[in-house]
């Protein structure tokens, strides 16, 4: 097996690194140092990004400094190393006697077109100009700034925005966009997609956003009002209660907890959504149905258990809406060092094929593999028992 020196000259004097990150700091300070790899007159660098309470610092090493500096880092002021290269993922713990232990997976990132040097990465919505929603929200400066305490919520934004920008060719041209946004909170992400469809797509959408709190509700209305967004709306309510009868182009549910997030995939399913986001929260539905006796060594450990309950229900979510004709991905919303409720599921109908019928079988052989009864099926077959799917035709009408 490699040595840690040997994995950091595979990863920067020979240029396999995609990403990196430092963490769990020794003492109080810079929190976190991200690395990536950048163009920089002709030559590649490393750009190290370190993260303190109050600011972002940038230093951009060639390939045997950004090595050095790697090494000089692990032990002396983090713990914690994570690594994602062309070919491995390469997890780094630095012990209580100083020594590291590597654990090295299969690669799970693709590699990147290298970035030509910016200070800040290209965004959707770049520093330095301010944006109007996010300037009310207090992530931004008048002046366009991020404040250095919303610098990972301003991150969050455009990494959502980047994955909706990768579906949204696929919502319907000739009318406004409805969207339906389940849970919608502070609603950082809400006005996002209002801004994202009307300022830089310059199409016409019409959003309303739930959540239970109606102080909340009342400060984004007046925020929606203030800054001219006509055509988004707030409401107090929930994903049960809400009307069936209301069209939706897209749905979004971030966070919903436990089998909420079945309700809202349901819910959208129904209303025949074009895309559908979800990132799933406090799945313990599964945990105390899961049952399979050759997995028990692994099902025995409390913490072991929960983790595989939860990625079980995502499998059966995202199988489940294979069979009712949508593309699905699960994606990494935000980065894991942030909150390991990270995954998204993200689905685009695609009403030109038939899904096959070996989804289903492949759907009920799960399972029956892990003894689970999901919510998300006992709903559907609720939904088809009681003949409320609308049909199409239906739906456009509604929608004018």
């Known amino acids: 097996m490699k040595t840690l020196s040997e994995w950091l000259q595979s990863m920067f004097v020979d240029e396999t690194l995609i990403s990196g990150c430092l963490t769990s700091p020794v003492k109080k300070g810079v929190r976190r140092v991200d690395i990536r790899p950048v163009e920089l007159k002709g030559r590649t660098h490393f750009q190290f990004a370190a993260m ?173 009002a203030a800054i001219g967004y006509t055509e988004l709306h707030f409401e107090v309510g929930d994903i049960v209660g809400y009307s069936r009868e209301l069209p939706a182009d897209m749905v979004v549910s971030l966070h919903a907890c436990d089998t909420a997030t079945d309700d809202a995939l349901t819910w959208a399913v129904d209303r025949g959504a074009q895309v559908i986001l979800a990132v799933p929260c406090c799945q313990h539905e599964l945990y105390p149905q899961i049952k399979n006796e050759v997995n028990r060594p692994l099902l025995k450990y409390g913490i072991l258990k929960e983790r595989v309950a939860s990625l079980v229900t995502d499998a059966l979510r995202a199988g489940w809406l294979e069979q009712q004709g949508y593309t699905v991905q699960v994606l990494e919303f935000i980065d894991s060092a942030h909150t390991p409720k990270n995954l998204m599921i993200r689905a685009s109908l695609d009403r030109g094929s038939k899904p096959p019928i070996g989804l289903i079988q492949e759907f009920a052989a799960f399972r029956d593999f892990w003894g689970v009864s999901p919510r998300i099926e006992r709903l559907d077959r609720d939904i088809r028992r009681v003949g409320c799917a609308p049909c199409e035709e239906n739906i456009s009408q509604d929608a004018n």
């Open 52 to 224: 303190d309470s109050n600011r972002v610092t940038h230093a951009n090493l060639l390939p045997e400094e950004a090595a050095q500096r790697t090494a000089q880092l692990l032990g002396a002021s983090f713990k914690q190393g994570l690594f994602h290269t062309d070919n491995a993922d390469l997890h780094v713990h630095v012990r209580k006697d100083g020594e590291p232990t590597l654990s090295v997976r299969p690669p799970t990132r693709t590699p990147q077109k290298l970035a030509l040097h910016n200070r800040t990465p290209e965004r959707m919505l770049p520093e330095g100009k301010p944006v109007d929603f996010l300037v009310h929200l207090g992530v931004m400066t008048q002046e366009g700034r991020v404040i250095s305490s919303m610098y990972d919520k301003y991150r969050q934004i455009n990494r959502y925005l980047e994955i909706v920008d990768d579906v949204a060719a696929g919502l319907k041209s000739d009318q406004p966009i409805r969207i339906v946004d389940f849970g919608s909170g502070k609603s950082y992400l809400t006005f996002a997609l209002y801004y994202y469809f009307t300022i830089l797509k310059q199409r016409a959408v019409r959003i309303t956003g739930l959540d239970l709190k109606e102080d909340v509700i009342e400060r984004c209305n007046g925020i929606a």
